[in-house]
């Protein structure tokens, strides 16, 4: 993923979100 920001947008929750925003998509 690297270190810069990414965009957010076009991302669908695949996989298991990782305690991030756990209700997105």
Known sequence: MGKRA???RGRK???ANHGKR???G
């Open 13 to 15: 929750n695949s996989k």
């Open 6 to 8: 990414r965009k957010r």
């Open 22 to 24: 756990p209700n997105a």
